[in-house]
């Protein structure tokens, strides 16, 4: 019990030291987002802990001290109960409580979607450890758990492609799905936002020879020619930070103009999101995860992880087995993208006939060369309002070109130049507080002694 406590107060530690950075780079509003955090997590296990209407003590101190907020004088059951009593019915303070997802939005507006989605991963792992703490593993608390993180999923999705779904509506000027007359010039223009990014001139090439080939399927289709059957899935192999997320999201619209899919939208998940930790949660998760994917395209990061080979308690292959099954079931209307490191996507995809049939055409993401780094990290900073100074230019070429030759295996590429930006910026505010009353000039300048060498 008490391991489980303290791994659940080193996760909650982690997510509320991210939501503090969060509030850092944003506006404050009345309430910390870490004090609201609390409020909500609270809440939130308590709901969980009451599935099986049978919340006990080892619950009730496992979330007091987890969130050392509410673990002065408080005492969960009873609180719970007591909401029971006046007439509050659980599936009503759910309702008001668990779907509350500000804290989430808050945090994929700051840091992106894929924060957000290892922010939800921290909540759920919190909750297998409650559900855990008193060895009695309720498959009503599983469901609960399970039906609340993919609400939280969901609306982190929904919120992220609303500004998407604007920049498509501009694009799309009415073109009908499966229309190519009317689609070809919304088609260009995202092959023209293709062509816009930097480096990757060979997945450049493979992407658009795919679109050709799926665009000339649609017209033989369109002229009642025999279409040969052939798969859509596909594999991304490459080190991070080498753009395989938005050459997906690219494709996802591509495909939705071509009228391969009928949204266009991508789901990007991870194991965590796909494995559960009992018996029958992985299912229930994979399938939740490919019913978001619906009409558009599942993005399977570090695919790899889900083979564990000599883990009889793994539940990795049933999510294999649910994929696939689905995968065939709606074949005419998703897209599945598996993604992570060559040699291990290799081996992954040759672990199973199924995946080897359904997976047939791989495309690898080179890492970029310094030059490339370099026009990436002033793309970043004129995006967020810096000028660089000509030494300060200077001085990150040749930083970024130490980075480049001393990378690893593992590079992390694009991810990289963001921390190398990040701590730029770092030095350029504690410069700037030393200046009484700095001009915009000042706060947008970024001079040699910021670079760091």
Not at 198 to 206: H, S
Not at 241 to 256: P, V
Not at 323 to 331: A, F, G, I, V, Y
Request: proline residues 3%; hydrophobic residues 40%.
């Amino acid at each position: 019990m008490n391991t489980l406590m303290r791994k659940g107060r080193k996760i909650y530690n982690v997510l509320e030291a991210f939501l503090e950075k969060v509030e850092r780079a944003t506006s404050s509003p009345a309430m910390s987002l870490q004090e609201l955090f609390a409020s909500q997590m609270h809440s939130l296990l308590m709901i969980v802990a009451y599935a099986d209407w049978n919340a006990d003590d080892k619950e009730a101190e496992f979330i007091n001290y987890v969130i050392p907020q509410f673990g002065q004088d408080d005492d969960v059951c009873p609180f719970i109960i007591e909401y029971m009593n006046i007439g509050i019915e659980q599936s009503a303070l759910m309702k008001e409580i668990a779907y509350d997802t500000w804290v989430v939005q808050m945090v994929s507006a700051a840091a992106g979607g894929i924060q957000a989605a290892k922010f939800i991963d921290g909540i759920e792992s919190i909750g297998r450890l409650l559900i855990a703490a008193d060895d009695d593993i309720a498959e009503e608390e599983v469901r609960e758990l399970t039906a609340i993180c993919a609400s939280l999923r969901r609306s982190v999705e929904d919120s992220t492609s609303e500004e998407d779904s604007a920049k498509e509506a501009v694009h799309a000027q009415g073109s009908a799905p499966g229309d190519m007359s009317k689609a070809t010039e919304s088609i260009d223009v995202l092959l023209h936002q293709l062509y816009e990014l930097i480096g990757l001139p060979l997945v450049k090439q493979e992407v658009e020879e795919l679109c050709n080939l799926m665009r000339v399927r649609k017209l033989r289709e369109q002229s009642d020619l025999p279409v040969p059957p052939m798969s859509h899935h596909l594999v991304f192999t490459g080190n991070p930070g080498t753009g395989k997320t938005t050459i997906a999201r690219l494709l996802a619209k591509i495909y939705r103009e071509i009228g391969l899919l009928s949204k266009g939208h991508l789901i990007e998940v991870s194991r965590h999101a796909l494995v559960g930790g009992f018996v029958g949660q992985t299912a229930i998760k994979t399938k939740e995860a490919i019913d978001r994917a619906v009409g558009g395209v599942l993005f399977i990061d570090e695919a790899y992880t889900l083979s564990i080979d000599g883990s009889e308690s793994d539940y990795g292959q049933e999510a294999i087995d649910t994929l696939l099954k689905e995968m065939e079931d709606l074949r005419h209307d998703i897209v599945v993208i598996v993604a992570g490191y060559p040699e291990k996507m290799d081996r992954f995809i040759n672990s199973n006939p199924g995946l080897s049939s359904r997976f047939s055409k791989k495309v690898h993401f080179a890492d970029y060369s310094s030059d490339e780094l370099y026009q990436i990290f002033c793309l970043i900073a004129d995006r967020a309002g810096y000028v660089l100074s000509a030494s300060a230019a200077n001085a990150a070429a040749d930083a970024i070109n130490d980075l480049e030759k001393s990378k690893s295996t593992h590079f992390g590429n694009g991810r990289e130049v963001r921390n190398l930006f990040e701590k730029v910026i770092q030095r350029q505010s504690n410069r700037m507080v030393q200046i009484p009353n700095p001009s915009r000039d000042d706060l947008q300048s970024i001079l040699v002694e910021d670079i760091g060498i």
